[in-house]
């Protein structure tokens, strides 16, 4: 019977703890619609203030950075992009000897912080002071500098800014390009494959391969700049993901990348940031991605997708909420983080064999680097990087400890056993009293409860 009263105990207990069983805190958490997160633009940018704000960055920076605007039609449906070129050893036209990164900030419009990250990864690079403060070391800073000189930067700070607008107008679920495609559904590899929980309002791949003006654009774009790291940076959850998102697996040959997201995991996060491939981790197949085709492909050896934020626990219709970060704080520190992530790996770099020789003919030939060398150009060859204080793993839920090693929780005699008995019973009425009450006060039929558990088993479309 102490058994029992265990069981009824845990089972409580989990139904309180978040982690993989807070489908019931999503259920509690339905809120009325109109206190939906709305966007505060005190703390975002417009899609007009953030365009404005890449082109004076770049403007004050005219010897490291470099501003094109590209655009592609479609039967009258046209995508504008801004590209940021940013060298910070000084613009050049030769990028053959250059480590080469190519970041896309804002695939999908309602992932506002994506944008927000990539507008502030601009404002840093053009100062050597600030990636040192962002860095947080400045040994660190000093040596992430001189690896700065050997990399070379494209960057889209908004993909998708027609779907943006749509946003802003008020449609915050909205994810699609500005008629309605998925731009990350839309590239050749595996295209058009449906799973049994497609849903078209999020996955929409196009009328075939490339038909959207936005993939054209980036096809184009990465096909000409030959990155060895390509950097799609979504919102939905916190995640680093290595291909394939197409099936359930780490493909072999990106073994290499996943070591290196695995250090910046273990320097960086909690157990909360989920790492490997994307078809496994995120719950879901995705079909036609970005990230498969760049890795499949055009053989980009470093191929991720990094989901910056995602508020698991909030409603699914609350869609600003669930992918943006709330507060200022909350913005503050997920931008802080993950500028702190990307300038990890770019000190991991030189540890990946696709890239390692750059860095390497960096201390062998530093006097011909064509960069103003700063008197510290005393680069090591092998690059040993100073490990940040690793994030201490999550604990193991005391209950489940206490349970499992306490067998003075069964009963010795016939007493203890109707003790344990009567515990049993009330932990089990008291449970039920709270599933009467959940469902009372938030008013979700046990229909809504198995679909909001879906949902979560599932995850956000991110
Ligand atoms: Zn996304």
């Not at 470093?302 to 609350?318: H, M, Q, R, V």
Request: proline letters at 5%.
């Amino acid at each position: 019977m102490g058994g029992v009263a265990a069981a009824g105990w845990l089972v409580l207990f989990l139904l309180l703890q978040e982690g993989p069983l807070a489908f019931s805190s999503r259920a509690l958490l339905r809120l009325n619609p109109k206190d939906y997160a709305k966007p505060d633009y005190t703390l975002y940018h417009q899609k007009s203030s953030i365009l404005q704000a890449v082109q004076d960055t770049v403007n004050a920076n005219p010897r490291t950075m470099k501003l094109e605007t590209v655009q592609e039609e479609d039967k009258k449906y046209t995508s504008t992009m801004q590209v940021v070129t940013v060298e910070p050893a000084g613009l050049s036209s030769d990028h053959a000897s250059k480590a080469r990164i190519f970041i896309d900030y804002g695939e999908h419009a309602r992932e506002f912080i994506s944008a927000e990250l990539g507008l502030r990864l601009l404002q840093v690079l053009a100062d050597p002071a600030a990636v040192i403060k962002a860095v947080g070391d400045e040994q660190r800073g000093q040596h992430l500098i001189t690896l700065l000189d050997r990399v070379v930067f494209t960057i889209l700070p908004m993909e998708n800014a027609n779907g943006r607008d749509t946003v802003e107008r008020g449609q915050l679920c909205e994810r699609k390009n500005g008629r309605g495609v998925d731009t990350n559904r839309n590239w050749s590899v595996d295209w058009g494959k449906k799973e049994k929980d497609y849903s078209a309002a999020e996955e929409n791949p196009g009328t075939g391969p490339f038909s959207e003006p936005e993939t054209q654009l980036v096809l184009e774009l990465v096909r000409a700049f030959q990155p060895h790291v390509w950097l799609n940076v979504h919102s939905g959850m916190e995640a680093m993901f290595v291909p394939w998102d197409h099936q359930s697996k780490v493909a072999p040959e990106a073994s290499e990348a996943l070591k290196i997201i695995q250090t910046i995991k273990r320097d960086l996060f909690t157990s909360k940031c989920v790492v490997g491939s994307g078809g496994k981790s995120v719950g879901y197949l995705a079909h036609g991605t970005a990230t498969d085709y760049m890795f499949q492909e055009l053989k980009v050896p470093l191929s991720y997708t990094w989901e910056i934020y995602g508020d698991l626990k909030a409603d699914s219709n609350d869609c600003f909420r669930m992918f943006n970060p709330i507060g200022r704080k909350e913005v503050e520190a997920t931008i802080e983080l993950w500028l702190k992530a990307t300038f990890r790996l770019i000190e991991l770099l030189p540890s990946h064999p696709a890239v390692s020789s750059i860095f390497q003919s960096h201390s062998s030939s530093s006097s011909d680097s064509g960069r103003n060398g700063s008197g510290s150009s005393s680069s090591s060859q092998s690059v040993s990087i100073p490990s940040v204080q690793a994030a201490p793993f999550a604990a193991v839920p005391p209950l489940a400890t206490e349970i499992s090693s306490s067998s003075a929780m069964y009963p010795s005699n016939s007493a203890q056993a109707w003790k344990y008995a009567f515990l049993g019973c009330a932990g089990m009425g008291m449970l039920g009293f709270l599933v009467v009450r959940v469902f009372k006060r938030t008013g979700p039929s046990p229909r809504g409860l198995v679909k909001s558990l879906e949902e979560s088993k599932r995850g956000a479309w991110v």
